[in-house]
């Protein structure tokens, strides 16, 4: 059985993680401050990005949004698993990832997406029909 200490110390590391979370989506860099350590180490090569200290890291995640003036792009990226019926009520789950190359406009009723480009990344699992029919 878990002790009442325990069962806060999970509690407060999985918090962590939402924090993390919404500091991203929110771009609030700052708020950061309060999931890593100052001295924090932190990687995010595996997908593009750049290993280094908390600081160095949290100026970095600012710049990952490129915000002039009216105008802003960024490079999002995207997995998508997905169950299609094969017929004979039989389906496969193919796994599907992408990048979301965007470009943003404000407008007088806030930013707005003026464009968004797809960049094939990786796929898994898709059924040979489909692989035939576009071509890959």
Do not use: H
């Not at 100052?38 to 915000?67: F, S, T």
């Not at 930013?111 to 797809?118: A, F, L, N, T, V």
């Amino acid at each position: 059985m878990l002790s009442l200490q325990q069962i806060s110390d999970r509690l407060e590391i999985q918090q962590l993680f939402v924090d993390y979370a919404d500091a991203i989506d929110r771009r609030q860099w700052d708020a950061l401050d309060q999931v890593f350590t100052p001295d924090a180490y932190i990687d995010y090569r595996a997908m593009g990005g750049i290993d280094g200290r908390y600081p160095e890291i949290k100026a970095w995640l600012a710049q990952a949004i490129k915000v002039d003036g009216d105008t802003a792009s960024s490079r999002i990226i995207c997995f998508n698993p997905m169950s299609i019926p094969l017929g004979d009520g039989k389906t496969q789950t193919m796994f599907l990832g992408l990048w979301y190359c965007d470009r943003f406009v404000r407008t007088a009723d806030g930013w707005r997406m003026c464009e968004r480009i797809e960049e094939r990344c990786f796929d898994y699992n898709v059924p040979q029909a489909m692989k035939d029919a576009v071509g890959k």
